[in-house]
């Protein structure tokens, strides 16, 4: 697998994981007790932390993208192994 190839594949387990990481942690006002400015939503976060999200997704992200790279050097799980149709093996 080429380096290119695998830092693409980063990019996409990056992104998924930033929007997984997303909730996690996150007060509203009314659970963190504090007072709403007007006209704001009531699932707003009251105290976004967005660089705590930034370093939990790059984690994850490194496992996620380790853990592909390492089965498709292993050969861990292939395509033959999934049997999507239910059809017998050969």
Same mark, same amino acid.
Request: with cysteine; aromatic share 14%; proline share 6%.
């Given at each position: 697998? $080429?380096?290119? /190839?695998?830092? %693409? ?5 990056? !992104? ?5 990481? +997303? ?16 006209? $704001?939503?009531? /699932?707003?976060? %009251? ?5 705590? !999200? ?5 984690? +994850? ?30």
């Amino acid at each position: 697998m $080429q380096l290119t /190839s695998i830092i %693409a594949i980063y990019g996409l387990f990056w !992104v998924m994981s930033a929007f997984l990481m +997303l909730p996690f942690g996150v007060k509203t006002a009314d659970e963190a007790g504090i007072e709403k400015v007007p006209g $704001q939503a009531d /699932s707003a976060p %009251a105290n976004f932390r967005g660089w705590r !999200v930034v370093w939990r997704a790059t984690i +994850l992200a490194a496992v996620l993208c380790g853990l592909f790279v390492a089965n498709y050097v292993q050969e861990w799980v292939v395509l033959e192994d999934i049997n999507l149709f239910g059809q017998p093996p050969e």
